[in-house]
């Protein structure tokens, strides 16, 4: 009874405090920008010591005011500073909204000062500091102080991410890219290579990139595929008048500088080729082999932006931003290839690579504010990227194969000249609208990927050390243990997706809110390939110049009508029916074609409990249903089929901010997420690179799933400076590790490996401002984050299915988790009147992590820890143009994975998600940009 009269008191204790106070809302826009919002403004009740700034989104608010009049003082660096009378009503909200405007003194600074985008730190993180869910962003202004060129890299700058050295994969808090998910305002990309479930983040330039954000917490919105977190790109859009930029820039590596780089023939300058419309087998019969000299190994880039806003009479405003660019790089890498399971299969301890790599981007937006509560944009982006590499394996003459006819020990040369191009076409119609108490969101997509690797060549040679020795009589000779050591390759993939989502948010008052929504997928994807082999007829043939395979595989030395007066014959695996294989055209190789369709609806409440407590409860229904179905050579009269996979999910998710005080914030998440598999981990195609071969498993068709529990500490200690702690946990039931399967082949594949996993982390990040200048912005500063984690999952002792295996050890660590992620950068801006540098140095380091599973008596395959150093110099001259010099991977590491052995230890391997040699450093890129702003 104490307790119920303890309890009526304090509730009517408060309901007596809330007939005598009442509430201040309002937003403050910018007469300078279009009436745009304006952030980060000072709402102060003069004479007192209350107050607030206005959010990213120009949104101020006051609670608990007395009831009566009070006078609001409104201020921002170079603006006008207002005084408003105002009269509070008990137990109401009033509202008053206030559009500020520059003073005639300091017009000039105006510019400078009202940069609040969602690409500044400062924007990016108070919109952290008030997100619902666990959530880190680097916008567009951190991007380049880093010197960062996409997104790849921009969310490796983030807490608990890591970048895999040699590949665009991204590892979020160890987790790799089959459990990360990734989307553009919104609604979700596709992928660009068979082997990935994600894009290529790399694809995207910092010139399309507004933000990216990586949310690790789980929320309802969310497709249910998540276990890592969802990484989300904001695209650009223009605000204010009329503006132009353009840049121009170039620079060199310093392993590619001397070199006489060469790359392939057919392939063009900005990454585009030219023959897709021809059948193979008449490109074979058209075009050489051997690769094309380049004149200048010298990096370029260059691009321009233009925006405009156009404001009509009824007080719309139409915004228009197009922006282009084109930026290429020059990569040479010596280093080993080898192919070591239990035994040495195939090494060259001496090998080079030539890289030419391109990436087109194009975007417009068109955004159309109807008025203050309605608008629509339209979102188009275009991307060209391609990688150009030319291979030589065994270039010292003492490469070794252990199948080799002639010699196993020395002599086995190999030679890969292979182009790689993805164009992606992306194109969103999103909107908002609000009226009164309801808020909605919507937007509608429609992605459509080409990804293709057209005619790679790749040929086999032995006692290729005659080719070193200066003696003409004696030669190599061509390497034709089968058909296909010598050959011609064709790989095609085609996606397509629409996509949708909306969000009606109802919020009855200050205290609640609800969220309805819905989105979904529907996603194709049709895969083929085909392989033309140039079996070597004349046995004895002698190879006079292996730099000019052109001389031998033309038509004057084919063989045709069994005449046997050529010197190879071209093969197919699969004929036309009636048509032979040899000297004919032929049907696709492998072939797979999928579909996915993901439907699902949610609800969420946004519970504020007094001034301290949010609380979101959440709960997502979710139809998945996944079909694949594949015809490949591998699995003889088992590799025609069909897989199939239909589930409903129920995944609830809670997230609870308590809000210490205006500045510290303790996050608590939890949630339920499952984990599927994507069409390359199921189609049982095995890709056979130089001297790796990757491959799916229809076994490991179903689901898995997680249960997710985070913790944060935040503390917001100024505008651009925070203090965080965090701690995570993950459990992931029936998880699916990449396996070096222990057969003849070394083949990894997809596989599941056991009954759980778990994962235990902290993160903690810090950023300091250690000298500012009289308006609180920073001349000095400084920012660090890392991450350590425990990753353990229990392992199956055999596994009988479609590829049978087992495992020695019944307990492993998570391939692809690092147990150690740091990323720190130090930061210095002075200002000499108009000239204005920023220094920059960024340094990231990951430690060991398996890239692949070992089965049987093999070891794991490792990928060794890389330090990266950049250092970044921007030189602002005037107010429109900048000088910019940076030098990236000052520290130039080498780049190792090993095998593990226990009689030999580590063994020095390629690995099928790297490049093709190990053991071998990137060199240093230097590179000078001049941007100039009109």
Sequence with gaps: MKKFILLFVLFSTLMSFAQNTGSLVGTLTDKEFNDEPLAFANVLIKGTTKGTTSDFDGVYKIENLEVGSHILEFSFVGYETQQISVSIIAGEVTELNVAMSASAASLDEV???????????????????????IKQSIGAQELSRKGVSDAAGAVAKISGVSKQEGSSNVYVRGLGDRYLNSSMNGLSLPSNDVNKKNIDLNLFSSDVIQNVSISKAYAAQFYGDFAAGNVDITSKEHTGSFAVDMFSGTGFNTNAINKNFVRSEGSGYFGYYGRYAHNPFAIILSHGVDPVNVDSPVNVAYGASIGNSFNFNNGSKLSVFVTGSFENSYEYRTGKNVDFTTVEKKAFDASEEYEYATTTSAMANLGYKINSDNRISFNSVFINSSSDEVGYYGIDGNGRNRDAILNTDQGFYQQNIQFDQTRMFVNQLLGSHKSGKLDLDWGFGYNKVFSDQPDRKRFSVENYQYALDNDSTTNPTFYSNVVFDNQRYFQKIEDDEYNGRFNLAFKPNDKLKFNL???????????????????????????????????????????????????????????????????????????????????????????????KWLFVPGVRLESFEQNISYDVINLGNNGVDSKSSKETFILPSLNIKYTLNDDQNLRLSASKTVSTPEFKEIAPFVYEDVSTRIGGNPDVLGYSDILNIDLKYEWFFSKNEIFSLGAFTKQIDNPINLVVVGDATGTQRYVRTGDQATIYGFEIELRKNLLVDEDDNANLSFGVNATYMKTNQDLY??????????????????????????????????????????????????????????????????????????????????????????????????????????????????????????????????????????
Aim: without cysteine; negative net charge.
């Design 111 to 133: 510019v400078i000062t009202t940069t609040t985008k969602r690409e500044s730190e400062t924007a990016l993180l108070l919109e952290q500091k008030k997100a619902v869910e």
């Design 517 to 611: 929504g819905y989105n979904g997928r529907h996603k194709t994807r049709q895969f083929n390939n085909i392989r033309y082999g140039y079996d070597i007829v004349d046995g004895d043939y002698q190879i006079t110049d292996v730099n000019n395979f052109d001389a031998i595989f033309n038509l004057d030395n084919l063989n045709l009508n069994d005449a046997s007066n050529g010197i190879y014959e071209i093969k197919v695996i699969n004929p036309y029916p009636t048509l032979s294989n040899t000297n004919r055209p032929g049907l696709f190789e492998n072939t797979y074609n999928g579909s996915l369709n993901v439907y699902a609806g949610y609800v969420d409440t946004e519970i504020n409990a007094g001034d």
């Design 797 to 934: 002792e055999t596994i009988d299915g479609t590829f049978d295996l087992a495992f020695n050890r019944n307990e492993d660590e998570l391939q692809g988790a690092s147990p150690f992620l740091l990323n720190a950068d130090i930061s210095y801006s002075p200002t000499f009147k108009n000239y204005q540098p920023v220094a920059n140095l960024v340094f990231s380091y990951f430690s060991d992590r398996i890239d692949a599973l070992g089965s049987g008596d093999l070891g794991n395959i490792v990928e060794k820890s890389v330090p990266t150093l950049d250092f970044i110099w921007k030189n602002t001259i005037k107010e429109n143009f900048e000088i910019n010099f940076s030098a990236k991977n000052i520290l130039n590491p080498t780049i190792q994975y090993v095998r593990e052995d226990q009689n030999l230890g580590d063994v020095l391997v390629v690995s099928a998600n790297g490049k093709g040699v190990t053991d071998y450093k990137r060199g240093m890129n230097i590179g000078l940009q001049l941007k100039y702003t009109f």
